[in-house]
């Protein structure tokens, strides 16, 4: 059954796609003209690409501007430390700093203004929170190791400004987490997928059902899980609540929620805007299409970014939400990541798809690891499982790896190669998880 609708910002929320488009066109010019006016990172951007920003006229001609990279940022922050010089405001004017994981090289810091940190940010947020039908009557546990990650604070933050009762999970073991949970009586809980799945069992193994607490409501970000169908199920019932996706990122911060008719995950257009490109191209391409997600910030004053180069994978729905909103939606969210995406057999492959399918499968625990061959190596795909429990018999697991064989050739075309290994042997993540290894 839907929860009840409620929204921040009705009549934005509501608006027709046209007048949304000219709202954002606006919002765009004057950011554009902003940051070329403060920074002497995009005035060399602009400059380079001989594009101005009273040229811009339509949304369009956006695709003239040229777009912001991470490796950019990161070469800049190394010219000029510590914050590079893409910030519109002067050091003295941050009141909060935050770091991106640097999973991916040297991590970028963003410096946040206290208007951008107490205000903008806030106002983001209220539409997440909104949008999960949370209220000021809801108490949200946050699991979270406080640190330099933006992560968890924004919603930390927000949350406590719209009302609700925030009880700060941090530093904690988590059979203490589960403890408080039972003591606190929350009723939303937050994490990566992989970590609300990881509470699940720990809390089995200490004889609690997290079905039976007062949790309704589980946000998880960070992974895909919540637009990944099998591990979406597989929340929903350990926690016996309803799990919906947050989407966002420390340089650009976050943009997107879904909301409770659970059709994807809307991007909050009246403060970004977001496009989608081919990858290889660059070039714009329309709903329905798959490609790499672009964001500009349209709103904030410390650092925006304009036409940030994502790396997700996307598909937008531009149709009118359930839920009545008209912001566009991704549709099952973040596909995948254009780096982690890999091609086997002639066919793209996101390891979400195969998260889905170890999922679904009775028999296996959540771990998996996928190794991909090097093209032309002859080589099968192969894909490393564990028992879910250690009384299953060979038999069943036999069935089981037969099954997800069989339902992989279905669904994406290519047999693959199963080794069951021992429980516990693959490895676990608490943040982002690397399940791709891809042979040299
Ligand atoms: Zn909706």
């Not at 946050?142 to 330099?148: A, M, R, T, W």
């Not at 279905?410 to 069951?420: A, L, N, Q, S, Y």
Request: proline content about 5%; overall charge neutral; some cysteine.
């Amino acid at each position: 059954m839907m929860e009840k609708i409620i929204m921040y910002r009705p009549k934005l929320e509501t608006m027709s796609r046209e007048e949304l488009l000219e709202y954002q066109l606006e919002l765009f010019r004057k950011q554009m003209a902003y940051v070329y006016e403060r920074t002497p990172f995009y005035r060399r951007k602009f400059d380079d690409a001989g594009v101005r920003p009273e040229q811009i006229k339509t949304l369009e001609d956006v695709s003239r501007v040229p777009f912001t990279v991470k490796d950019e940022l990161r070469q800049s922050q190394e010219k000029h430390p510590p914050y590079g010089d893409f910030h519109c405001i002067s050091p003295d004017d941050g009141v909060r700093v935050f770091q991106t994981t640097g999973t991916t090289g040297v991590p970028v810091r963003s410096l946040l203004s206290k208007k951008d940190w107490l205000e903008v940010y806030c106002e983001q947020f209220m539409y997440f929170m909104y949008g999960y039908g949370i209220t000021k009557a809801d108490t949200i546990f946050i699991p979270f190791n406080y640190g330099l990650y933006l992560a968890w604070w924004g919603i930390h933050s927000s949350f406590e400004q719209g009302g609700v009762l925030v009880i700060p999970g941090g530093g904690q073991s988590s059979e203490d987490r589960i403890k408080n949970i039972l003591e606190w009586k929350p009723t939303v809980v937050c994490g990566t997928p992989t970590y609300i799945l990881f509470l699940g069992d720990t809390a089995k193994k200490m004889g609690v059902d997290l079905s039976k607490t007062t949790v309704r409501i589980v946000i998880t970000a960070g992974e895909p899980g919540a637009q990944v169908p099998a591990t979406k199920k597989q929340i929903e019932t350990t926690w016996g609540a309803k799990n919906y996706d947050d989407i966002g990122s420390t340089e650009i911060s976050n943009f997107g929620f879904e909301c409770v008719a659970q059709q994807g995950t809307h991007v909050v257009e009246s403060m970004f805007l977001a496009e989608v490109v081919d990858p290889a191209t660059g070039r714009p391409l329309g709903a329905g299409q798959e490609g790499e997600l672009i964001l500009t910030n349209l709103c904030c004053e410390s650092m925006p970014l304009i036409r940030w180069r994502m790396g997700d994978i996307v598909k937008f729905d531009v149709k009118r939400c359930d839920c009545g909103r008209t912001f566009l939606r991704l549709e099952g969210g973040i596909i995948g990541r254009a780096d982690d995406m890999f091609q086997f057999g002639g066919v793209n492959i996101f390891p979400s798809a195969i998260e889905n399918f170890v999922r679904e499968t009775k028999g296996f625990s959540n771990e998996y690891q996928v190794i991909a061959p090097r093209m032309g190596s002859g080589k099968h795909l192969k894909v490393r499982v564990e028992p879910a429990s250690a009384s299953l018999s060979k038999e069943e697991m036999e069935q089981a790896v037969k099954t997800f064989k069989e339902v992989f050739k279905f669904r994406i075309g290519v047999t693959p190669d199963v080794e069951v290994v021992k429980m516990g042997e693959l490895p676990r993540f608490e943040g982002k998880a690397k399940r791709v290894i891809r042979e040299k």
